[in-house]
């Protein structure tokens, strides 16, 4: 199996822009999805696949890929963006799944 | 939208099996997702656990294989997780959740419903 590296934690100014990344060989083969988590909450889906939101989720939520890095951007973060972010993909031999470490996102 | 729900004892002790069941509500459990239970320790983490396909197909995190075991039961359109030889390591709050790999995409993969979350202690 494979593991995804990201940063533990990342600070954006109230209406900046941030980029959490993701780093992992299986993300060379595999998309990777993003999950937001706020104390106390269940994840919740963000961006999966090439750069798909789910229903619901604001637009300033943007994915991007390249090579073995995937990127999770905010454009215009809010207070209430303010979360724990997983990010997600199959591992490079496609039997098991794989987490990343989170980033503890804070708005300031 | 399909909804799912965790159910079983909060408390386990040492040595003993742990035992959750996810039911599943607003769809059917054997449709083209894979299901899976994910668990977080406190203060920590998202890790993986396990996956079943409705056909019975499963896959195990390499780390808990020998400990886990996940099956479907579809006439009650629900799936169940087992983890044995439970210790203070495992107590956690255990997630299931609703896998989409969409036709056509293999290279898709992402949780896109999850319950709300049980909590397990492992303690005498």
């Known amino acids: 199996s494979s593991e995804l590296t990201q940063d533990p934690a990342v600070s954006v100014a109230l209406g900046q822009t941030v980029r959490i990344t993701c780093q992992g060989d299986?993300?060379?083969?595999?998309?990777a999805s993003w999950y937001q988590q706020k104390p106390g909450q269940a994840p919740v889906l963000v961006i999966y696949g090439k750069n798909n939101r789910p229903s619901g989720i604001p637009d300033r939520f943007s994915g991007s890929s390249s090579g073995n890095t995937a990127s999770l951007t905010i454009t215009g973060a809010q207070a209430e963006d303010e979360a724990d972010y997983y990010c997600?993909?199959?591992?490079?031999?496609?039997?098991?799944?794989?987490f990343g470490g989170g980033t503890k996102l804070t708005v300031l | 939208q399909v909804q799912l729900q965790e159910s079983g004892p909060g408390l386990v002790k040492p040595s003993g099996t742990l035992s959750l069941t996810c039911a599943v509500s607003g769809g059917s459990i054997s449709s083209s997702n894979w299901w899976s239970w994910v668990r977080q320790p406190p203060g920590k983490g998202l890790e993986w656990i396990g996956e079943i396909y409705h056909s019975g197909s499963t896959n195990y995190n390499p780390s808990l294989k020998s400990r886990v075991t996940i099956s479907v039961d579809k006439s009650k359109n629900q799936f169940s997780l087992k983890l044995s030889s439970v210790t203070a390591a495992d107590t956690a709050v255990y997630y299931c959740?609703?896998?989409?790999?969409?036709?056509?995409?293999?290279?898709?993969?992402?949780?896109?419903?999850w319950g709300k979350g049980t909590t397990v202690t492992v303690s005498s």
């Open positions: 299986s993300l060379r083969s595999y998309y």
């Open positions: 959740a609703s896998v989409v790999v969409p036709a056509g995409h293999p290279y898709y993969y992402y949780m896109d419903v």
């Open positions: 997600n993909s199959r591992d490079s031999s496609g039997s098991y799944v794989v």
